[in-house]
């Protein structure tokens, strides 16, 4: 089942430590190579020794210091991973990662990471410590860069304190592992595909200050794209005003208004063979946009509105056989019933349907809950999952859909 494949593990200092060396001990069993480095706190919890005996390998605690089982130690060891996980992670090293600092042998080796690699840390650190905005900020960056996140839990923690911030058990990190790593499998089952993704909201000018948009963040789309292009399409980005980075590998078309969005996806269209429509275009432009800013008066203002084109519905107008088309509905009521009735109305061959007031799903938030309805009037419904988890199980569908192997 593991296929030998080499596991590095980064133990860091909590006391959660203890329970990394069940991981190892479980993973070893399963016939995964774990190789394990610890941070200098790791080492006022647990000895490095233990680790060495339960893995069979030398234990990296010292970037300078080891003697050199590979001579370039951080970049050989991540070479050899197929996978990184750390457990437990603190604060501290979610905080270096997601500002690139890389001061000892852990944090360089996963800056070093091969691109593709998964890296999924298990959070594991006081209730406080895991509620404060800076930290849930850099739990927020890393995901939306594609890092994996396992837990934390609920529970008695070590301070006394009861609360969210228990490293999950080790046989729940075991699992996530392996679903990460037969993942991997698939990560060029698109290889050859072109796809255009659009994400994000639109903004419709008022006047040279102010606009209308929607609560879209593009997280979802953004997360579509970087998880066709692992694996192995070719993906072009359309995307509306949002705050995320770039995803690498993607080439990006960045417009404002959704008669951009329309002129850019028409333009790309013709070359490409799936279509993932996950922006919240604008249904309504204001009909006299100002080129001067609008003064306010003691009258109340009336806007009159006017329809924006629907990008999606004419994608299904002249659509060839070949082109796979895929829309999203953002819902609040209704769901299953109004997603199904734009699948027909737009001619797709699949829509992903949200209801954006439920918890853990719809804008913002790094977990989404969808329910998939193909052409054939299958309903998939998915629970709740990580954006980049959802990406994949749509991509799933889609490869379903398209016909590939
Ligand atoms: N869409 C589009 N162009 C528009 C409006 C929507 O391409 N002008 C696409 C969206 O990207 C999404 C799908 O159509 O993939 C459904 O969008 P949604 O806003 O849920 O539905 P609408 O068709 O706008 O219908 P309504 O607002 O009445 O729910």
Same mark, same amino acid.
């Given at each position: 089942?593991?296929?030998?494949?080499?596991?590095?593990? &980064?133990?860091?200092?909590?006391?959660?430590?203890?329970?990394?060396?069940?991981?190892?001990?479980? !993973?070893?069993?399963?016939?995964?190579?774990?190789?394990?480095?610890?941070?200098?706190?790791?080492?006022?919890?647990?000895?490095?020794?233990?680790?060495?005996?339960?893995?069979?390998?030398?234990?990296?605690?010292?970037?300078?210091?080891?003697?050199?089982?590979?001579?370039?130690?951080?970049?050989?060891?991540?070479?050899?991973?197929?996978?990184?996980?750390?457990?437990?992670?603190?604060?501290?090293?979610? &905080?270096?990662?997601?500002?690139?600092?890389?001061?000892?042998?852990?944090?360089?080796?996963?800056?070093?990471?091969?691109?593709?690699?998964?890296?999924?840390?298990?959070?594991?650190?006081?209730?406080?410590? @895991?509620?404060?905005?800076?930290?849930?900020?850099?739990?927020?960056?890393?995901?939306?860069?594609?890092?994996?996140?396992?837990?934390?839990?609920?529970?008695?923690?070590?301070?006394?304190?009861?609360?969210?911030?228990?490293?999950?058990?080790?046989?729940?990190?075991?699992?996530?592992?392996?679903?990460?790593?037969?993942?991997?499998?698939?990560?060029?089952?698109?290889?050859?595909?072109?796809?255009? $993704?659009?994400?994000?909201?639109?903004?419709?000018?008022?006047?040279?200050?102010?606009?209308?948009?929607?609560?879209?963040?593009?997280?979802?789309?953004?997360?579509?794209? *970087?998880?066709?292009?692992?694996?192995?399409?070719? $993906?072009?980005?359309?995307?509306?005003?949002?705050?995320?980075? *770039?995803?690498?590998?993607?080439?990006?078309?960045?417009?404002?208004?959704?008669?951009?969005?329309?002129?850019?996806?028409?333009?790309?269209?013709?070359?490409?063979?799936?279509?993932?429509?996950?922006?919240? $275009?604008?249904? @309504?432009?204001?009909?006299?946009?100002?080129?001067?800013?609008?003064?306010?008066?003691?009258?109340?203002?009336?806007?009159? !509105?006017?329809?924006?084109?629907?990008?999606?519905?004419?994608?299904?107008?002249?659509?060839?056989?070949? *082109?796979?088309?895929?829309?999203?509905?953002?819902?609040?009521?209704?769901?299953?019933?109004?997603?199904?009735?734009?699948?027909?109305?737009?001619? !797709?061959?699949?829509?992903?349907?949200?209801?954006?007031?439920?918890?853990?799903?719809?804008? &913002?938030?790094?977990?989404?809950?969808?329910?998939?309805?193909?052409?054939? &009037?299958?309903?998939?419904?998915?629970?709740?999952?990580?954006?980049?988890?959802?990406?994949?199980?749509?991509?799933?569908?889609?490869?379903?859909?398209?016909?590939?192997?």
């Amino acid at each position: 089942m593991s296929d030998g494949k080499t596991i590095v593990l &980064g133990v860091t200092g909590g006391i959660a430590a203890y329970k990394a060396c069940d991981l190892v001990s479980r !993973l070893v069993k399963k016939g995964y190579k774990v190789h394990v480095i610890m941070t200098k706190s790791a080492e006022h919890f647990v000895n490095p020794l233990t680790f060495r005996t339960l893995s069979g390998h030398p234990v990296i605690t010292d970037m300078f210091s080891e003697p050199g089982e590979w001579n370039v130690q951080h970049v050989s060891l991540a070479e050899k991973a197929d996978i990184m996980v750390i457990a437990p992670a603190t604060a501290n090293i979610l &905080g270096k990662v997601s500002h690139g600092l890389a001061d000892d042998m852990l944090s360089t080796t996963i800056m070093a990471a091969k691109p593709g690699c998964p890296v999924l840390f298990a959070p594991a650190m006081n209730v406080n410590m @895991y509620r404060n905005p800076v930290l849930q900020e850099n739990i927020k960056k890393l995901t939306d860069l594609g890092y994996f996140f396992i837990g934390p839990t609920e529970g008695h923690l070590a301070c006394g304190t009861q609360g969210k911030g228990r490293m999950v058990e080790a046989d729940e990190i075991v699992d996530k592992i392996i679903s990460l790593l037969e993942g991997k499998k698939d990560l060029n089952d698109f290889l050859d595909k072109k796809i255009l $993704v659009t994400a994000g909201p639109t903004r419709e000018a008022l006047d040279p200050i102010r606009f209308l948009s929607n609560r879209s963040t593009g997280t979802m789309g953004y997360a579509i794209a *970087q998880a066709a292009h692992r694996r192995g399409a070719k $993906v072009y980005l359309v995307s509306g005003p949002t705050s995320l980075v *770039q995803p690498p590998g993607v080439e990006i078309t960045r417009v404002e208004s959704a008669r951009e969005m329309h002129q850019a996806v028409m333009r790309i269209f013709p070359h490409v063979d799936i279509v993932i429509k996950a922006a919240a $275009v604008a249904d @309504y432009r204001p009909r006299d946009a100002a080129d001067y800013k609008i003064k306010k008066k003691d009258k109340p203002l009336t806007l009159v !509105l006017e329809r924006n084109p629907d990008i999606l519905w004419e994608l299904g107008q002249i659509k060839n056989k070949r *082109q796979i088309l895929v829309g999203f509905a953002a819902e609040t009521e209704n769901l299953e019933q109004y997603a199904r009735e734009k699948l027909e109305a737009k001619n !797709l061959d699949l829509i992903v349907a949200n209801n954006v007031k439920e918890e853990g799903a719809g804008f &913002g938030g790094t977990t989404n809950i969808v329910t998939i309805i193909t052409k054939g &009037g299958e309903t998939i419904k998915l629970p709740r999952l990580t954006k980049l988890e959802a990406a994949h199980a749509i991509l799933d569908q889609i490869r379903i859909q398209a016909g590939i192997n």
